[in-house]
């Protein structure tokens, strides 16, 4: 079955960045884009963008240009969100998601001095 | 950016009851293939959204037939009848017509 698997918790430093994974598997993973999207309380679901996983082409969400990159390694089926210039505001819960129907577990990570 | 007005924001229930939620959206979400790409979610505590309803009215895999969905062009309606106690949680609708795609606020479902 379709299983996404993102990495762990992710504590940061305002100013630094981070990198986030999914490594997807139960498919090819090479037929299927991989969308981001960021949920936090205040703000509540928004999408970030996507990457299509077999030309690494992406698209961003205006909002987060500059502020998201997004790549894939086909090698092992994950993608990959790297986060940069981090403020309190980008403390949030991250998913990747396979088309509509699958998400994974979502990745909390927390801006902090 | 389109933008999903979600109603009500909480939403009480009575087990066995019957539920709507409506959401709107500021454009139509016909594609130019067509199809309109509208589809309902649930959040449980803790969990990632599951899909319920994709494209418009078509249940997801396992999504038991007390859900359905409908509309068309800007305005959608999930029902939920006979509401048991795993069906309580967040429902967002989603909407990926346009870019960027934009989701509705949410609705909360409770016990009355």
């Known amino acids: 079955q379709v299983q996404l698997q993102q990495s762990g918790a992710e504590l940061a430093k305002p100013g630094s960045s981070v990198k986030i994974s999914c490594k997807a598997s139960?498919?090819?993973?090479?037929?299927?884009?991989i969308s981001w999207i960021k949920q936090t309380t205040g703000q509540g679901l928004e999408y970030i963008g996507y990457?299509?996983?077999?030309?690494?082409?992406?698209y961003y969400n205006e909002k987060f240009k500059g502020k998201a990159t997004l790549t894939v390694d086909k090698s092992s089926s994950t993608a990959f969100m790297q986060l940069s210039s981090l403020t309190p505001e980008d403390t949030a819960v991250y998913y990747c998601a396979r088309g509509s129907g699958s998400w994974g577990q979502g990745v909390m990570v927390t801006v902090s001095s | 950016d389109v933008l999903m007005t979600q109603t009500p924001v909480s939403l009480p229930v009575s087990l066995g009851g019957q539920v709507s939620i409506s959401c709107r959206s500021s454009?139509?979400?016909?594609?130019?293939?067509?199809?309109?790409?509208l589809h309902w979610y649930l959040q449980k505590p803790g969990q990632s959204p599951q899909l319920l309803i994709y494209r418009v009215s078509n249940r997801f895999s396992g999504v038991p037939d007390r859900f359905s969905g409908s509309g068309s062009g800007t305005d959608f309606t999930l029902k939920i009848s006979r509401v048991e106690p795993e069906d309580l949680g967040v429902y967002y609708c989603l909407q990926s017509t346009h870019f960027p795609l934009t989701f509705g606020s949410g609705t909360k479902l409770e016990i009355k």
């Open positions: 454009q139509s979400l016909v594609h130019s293939d067509g199809n309109t790409y």
């Open positions: 139960g498919y090819t993973f090479t037929s299927y884009d």
């Open positions: 990457i299509n996983t077999g030309s690494g082409g992406t």
